[in-house]
T-cell receptor
Framework: QQPVQSPQAVILREGEDAVINCSSSKALYSVHWYRQKHGEAPVFLMILLKGGEQKGHEKISASFNEKKQQSSLYLTASQLSYSGTYFCGTRRGNNRLAFGKGNQVVVIP | EAQVTQNPRYLITVTGKKLTVTCSQNMNHEYMSWYRQDPGLGLRQIYYSMNVEVTDKGDVPEGYKVSRKEKRNFPLILESPSPNQTSLYFC???????????????FGPGTRLTVL
């Protein structure tokens, strides 16, 4: 079952912050975040495991709230290179990964 | 260079004509997987493999077959393609699976398939 990502699209100016969310109705073991630029393959950002951890990649960080079955990705002081579609993938105890439909992020100068 | 390669990159075919999309990785990864990507639907997992001779269904396996006879190769087979299998296909691999904190999936460049 696909996780739900919100908002569908975000437009922000360089230097602004944004939060995008990923939620599931099922209990999760881990959440995986990927970014895909137009015409390219998805690129790994980070994995968050059970335990409510936070992680960072450049100025992008994420949190995982396993009680709420929700993960949030924080884009801080956004750069033009952050533009792309962000996908969360949720793992529920086996080695299958269910991706959401994506959050499109556009950073403008 | 560590990479996942897919061939062909683009393919136009007709309904019912069997085809194979190859996937190969040179990182000695145990886990390999196939995804399809359609506009508005995100990435959906077709099949995955934990190791040689071990394969399992993902969320959308109907109409597809896979095999894992060698560790480095994981071909996707469409025995009788139909227009609803027109899509962008990605192969991916990771070292051991998806369970650990460092289980990064590396994606191939994608194969754009059109079935007429």
């Amino acid at each position: 079952q696909q996780p739900v990502q919100s908002p569908q699209a975000v437009i922000l100016r360089e230097g602004e912050d944004a939060v995008i969310n990923c939620s599931s109705s099922k209990a999760l073991y881990s959440v995986h975040w990927y970014r895909q630029k137009h015409g390219e393959a998805p690129v790994f950002l980070m994995i968050l495991l059970k335990g409510g951890e936070q992680k960072g990649h450049e100025k992008i960080s994420a949190s995982f709230n396993e009680k709420k079955q929700q993960s949030s990705l924080y884009l801080t002081a956004s750069q033009l290179s952050y533009s792309g579609t962000y996908f969360c993938g949720t793992r529920r105890g086996n080695n299958r990964l269910a991706f959401g439909k994506g959050n499109q992020v556009v950073v403008i100068p | 260079e560590a990479q996942v390669t897919q061939n062909p990159r683009y393919l136009i075919t007709v309904t019912g004509k069997k085809l194979t999309v190859t996937c190969s990785q040179n990182m000695n990864h145990e886990y390999m997987s196939w995804y399809r990507q359609d506009p508005g639907l995100g990435l959906r997992q077709i099949y995955y493999s934990m190791n040689v001779e071990v394969t399992d269904k993902g969320d959308v396996p109907e109409g597809y077959k896979v095999s894992r006879k060698e560790k480095r190769n994981f071909p996707l087979i469409l025995e009788s393609p139909s227009p609803n299998q027109t899509s962008l296909y990605f192969c991916a691999s990771s070292l051991y699976g998806l369970a650990g904190p460092t289980d990064t999936q590396y994606f191939g460049p994608g194969t754009r398939l059109t079935v007429l």
